[in-house]
């Protein structure tokens, strides 16, 4: 069973920056994708950016340019580093770990930017 762990949720002003970061344990399959979404009140959730164990990124639309998705040397930790942050990126943002096996989420950070 795969459990994710995240940190780095927070309050910041529009313009600043966070670092989410997300630490995967239990039985991971190697070939893998882990990524970030984001869900706020109303909304559905919605992919931030994702990266494959090959090193291949994606990214929405709206923070591409902003955001940058990476992972560690181990492979079982993602990052996701939010500069330029606006008031519209705050909600709470999920890790997510997928494979031939599972689909596995994190309990969620919260992220909230001041105006």
Do not use: H
């Not at 940058?68 to 709470?92: C, F």
């Amino acid at each position: 069973q795969v459990q994710l762990m995240e940190s780095g949720g927070g309050l910041v002003q529009a313009g600043g920056s966070l670092r989410l970061s997300c630490a995967a344990s239990g039985s991971i399959f190697r070939v893998n994708t882990m990524g970030w979404y984001r869900q706020a009140p109303g909304n559905q959730r919605e992919l931030v950016a994702d990266i494959n164990s090959g090193g291949t990124t994606n990214y929405a639309d709206s923070v591409k340019g902003r955001f940058t998705i990476s992972r560690g040397n181990a492979k079982n930790t993602v990052y996701l580093q939010m500069n330029s942050l606006k008031p519209e990126d705050t909600s709470v943002y999920y890790c997510n770990l997928r494979d031939i096996y599972a689909n596995t989420w994190g309990q969620g950070t919260q992220v909230t930017v001041s105006s």
